[in-house]
C-alpha cells in the first residue's frame, strides 16, 4: 500500500519560509516523479512544483517561481518543498503526490497517489 505523509506545514508570518516534506513508502520512491499541489478555500486543486524521478529535472507555477524549491532524497524516500518569501495568496493546504511515470507534469491526472495534505497559512 503506497503511502504520502507530508509534513512541516504551519502558521508563518508574510515573508518567512517554511520547509515541507513528504515522506513515502510501499512503492519504489526512485522511479517515478513527484509533484505538490495546494488547494485553497473555495478554490481547485492547482499545481505547485513537480520534480523528475532522478531530480535532474523540476518546474514550476509561474507564481511560485523564484521562491519556492522542490528537491528530493531517493535514499530517504522524501520530496521536500523550500517555500520562501512567502505572502498570504501561498496559503493553502499543500499535498504531495507521486506520479505515473519518471517524467514530472502539472496536471493532477498525471498523479496516481496523493498525501492527506498539511496546512499552510501566511498572515500578513
Known amino acids: 500500500q503506497v503511502q504520502l505523509v507530508e509534513s512541516g506545514g504551519g502558521l508563518v508570518q508574510a515573508g518567512g519560509s517554511l520547509r515541507l516534506s513528504c515522506a513515502a513508502s510501499?512503492?519504489?520512491?526512485?522511479?517515478?516523479?513527484m509533484g505538490w499541489f495546494r488547494q485553497a478555500p473555495g478554490k481547485e486543486r492547482e499545481f505547485v512544483a513537480t520534480?523528475?524521478?532522478?531530480?535532474?529535472?523540476?518546474r514550476y507555477a509561474d507564481s511560485v517561481k523564484g521562491r519556492f524549491t522542490v528537491s528530493r532524497d531517493n535514499a530517504k524516500n522524501t520530496v521536500y518543498l523550500q517555500m520562501n518569501s512567502l505572502k498570504p495568496e501561498d496559503t493553502a493546504v499543500y499535498y504531495c503526490?507521486?506520479?505515473?511515470?519518471?517524467?514530472?507534469?502539472?496536471?493532477?491526472?498525471?498523479?496516481?497517489?496523493w498525501g492527506q495534505g498539511t496546512q499552510v497559512t501566511v498572515s500578513s
Open positions: 520534480i523528475s524521478w532522478s531530480g535532474g529535472s523540476t
Open positions: 503526490a507521486s506520479g505515473y511515470s519518471g517524467s514530472g507534469y502539472t496536471s493532477t491526472r498525471d498523479y496516481k497517489y
Open positions: 510501499g512503492r519504489a520512491f526512485s522511479n517515478y516523479a
